[in-house]
């Protein structure tokens, strides 16, 4: 029996069209369509996805530790370069832009010299949003908070950067794609909750051999369907890792995220890339027992069906780091440290971050607020456990990070 469908009109119409053109589609061209379809796509809309009147929370949203401690490990990596003379900062699926901003404004105000030749780019498929898009309009004169009809920020992708009195976008570029930015870099690429949300695969052991699970359309609903394979590179994905599932085991294949990987590590001379993310090791991941990752985020809620509020609701899946990490070393990429971000966050300095009763100057309920938001950042079997952190490194010579002096758990890659 199919479930009942539910979601943007437009994008259930779509979906159906191509199941109707080739019969079944595979679930990660489902998933492109929720999530990424122009202007009317989850990602793509002008619907508030983060923050308490959005779907979920990250990071960023807990505590502005999380950002300032991010700045610190940036400005280690800029002293382990030798200082070099440019530094360049890019954020990828940088959504709101406020991770970077953050990071921009903690460097501004603590590591004055770092900042001084530090070039900040920030990349998403929809307009980032938020202050920096504020700050846009308010120079532009542009009343409207909003994405121009072509689907661009308000400022000129062709020559984005500008600059603002309260600073907000100085020496900073936005960007719609990692093909706006020029090759060669030196500096460090960070994308935070990111690669969970690029459409994948769903395979499943069927009798020996691996079978794809597509979608199909019955009974006035989307169904599940099994087939064949519909990319040898699905079969090679397990058997790079020595990984074999058990009869019936279902799981996902991020194929897209191991192309991205590549292209980020072609992007990049030499430095750093971070890659913040819900996930595991790929031992853990496709452990016997597990039956794939799917998770569904609505106004703080979590499901496991995909197929209701088609372009309302957040789809994801565990990012497997192993595989990501293979990827990397194939165009050059070592790995610096792989841990939690419970782990990383210790190692940089996240308990100095507690405030003393009063200390703020405020009252006690922002110190409270202050040192709840910290605790989340770190709690055990939440947040903490649940955020990786992966950072690779190129033309570097065996750098050691202080995000990793506490732990690091790369030996579980």
């Known amino acids: 029996m199919a479930d009942k469908i539910s979601g943007h009109p437009d994008l259930i119409s779509e979906i159906k069209t191509q199941i109707q053109k080739k019969g079944v589609i595979t679930f990660a061209e489902f998933m492109d369509i929720a999530l990424y379809w122009p202007q009317k796509g989850y990602y793509t809309s002008d619907r508030i996805k983060w923050g308490k009147n959005g779907d979920y929370l990250t990071n960023i949203d807990v505590s502005p530790v999380f950002g300032k401690l991010l700045a610190f490990q940036l400005n280690?990596?800029?002293?382990?370069?030798?200082?070099?003379?440019?530094?360049?900062?890019?954020?990828?699926?940088?959504?709101?832009g406020n991770l970077l901003l953050q990071i921009k404004n903690t460097l501004e105000g603590s590591y004055p010299d770092f900042y001084k030749i530090v070039d900040f780019k920030l990349v998403d498929i929809s307009p980032v949003r938020g202050p920096w898009v504020k700050s846009i309009n308010q120079t532009l004169g542009n009343s409207n908070d909003v994405a121009s009809s072509n689907g661009t920020n308000p400022v000129s992708i062709k020559n984005p950067t500008l600059s603002s009195p309260d600073?907000?976008?100085?020496?900073?570029?936005?960007?719609?794609?990692?093909?706006?930015?020029?090759?060669?870099?030196?500096?460090?690429?960070?994308?935070?909750?990111?690669?969970?949300?690029?459409?994948?695969?769903?395979?499943?052991?069927?009798?020996?051999?691996?079978?794809?699970?597509?979608?199909?359309?019955?009974?006035?609903?989307?169904?599940?369907?099994?087939?064949?394979?519909?990319?040898?590179?699905?079969?090679?994905?397990?058997?790079?890792?020595?990984?074999?599932?058990?009869?019936?085991?279902?799981?996902?294949?991020?194929?897209?995220?191991?192309?991205?990987?590549?292209?980020?590590?072609?992007?990049?001379?030499?430095?750093?890339?971070?890659?913040?993310?819900?996930?595991?090791?790929?031992?853990?991941?496709?452990?016997?027992?597990?039956?794939?990752?799917?998770?569904?985020?609505?106004?703080?809620?979590?499901?496991?069906?995909?197929?209701?509020?088609?372009?309302?609701?957040?789809?994801?899946?565990k990012v497997d780091f192993t595989s990501i990490a293979m990827a990397g070393k194939d165009v050059g990429l070592e790995i610096t440290g792989f841990t939690t971000q419970s782990y990383f966050l210790i190692g940089i300095g996240i308990l100095e971050q507690f405030k003393e009763i009063g200390e703020l100057g405020i009252n006690n309920l922002d110190t409270f607020r202050w040192n709840q938001?910290?605790?989340?950042?770190?709690?055990?079997?939440?947040?903490?456990?649940?955020?990786?952190?992966?950072?690779q490194h190129k033309d570097v010579e065996s750098p050691i990070l202080k995000g990793f002096s506490f732990k690091d758990l790369k030996y579980t890659l």
């Open 76 to 96: 280690q990596m800029w002293q382990i370069l030798d200082c070099p003379p440019q530094f360049t900062i890019v954020e990828i699926g940088a959504g709101r």
């Open 167 to 317: 600073g907000y976008f100085e020496k900073t570029s936005f960007h719609t794609a990692m093909e706006e930015i020029k090759q060669n870099i030196t500096g460090c690429i960070i994308s935070n909750e990111l690669i969970d949300a690029f459409p994948a695969h769903r395979i499943i052991q069927d009798n020996g051999r691996l079978k794809e699970i597509y979608v199909g359309y019955k009974d006035e609903g989307f169904v599940e369907i099994t087939g064949e394979l519909s990319n040898k590179s699905l079969n090679g994905y397990l058997e790079r890792l020595e990984i074999t599932l058990e009869q019936g085991q279902r799981t996902e294949v991020n194929l897209r995220a191991i192309d991205w990987i590549k292209s980020v590590g072609a992007l990049l001379n030499r430095g750093f890339i971070v890659t913040i993310d819900y996930g595991l090791p790929a031992r853990e991941l496709f452990r016997p027992g597990r039956n794939g990752s799917i998770q569904c985020h609505y106004r703080h809620t979590m499901n496991d069906n995909p197929f209701q509020m088609i372009g309302y609701q957040d789809i994801t899946s």
């Open 373 to 391: 938001g910290i605790k989340e950042l770190m709690l055990p079997g939440g947040m903490g456990d649940d955020f990786k952190v992966l950072i």
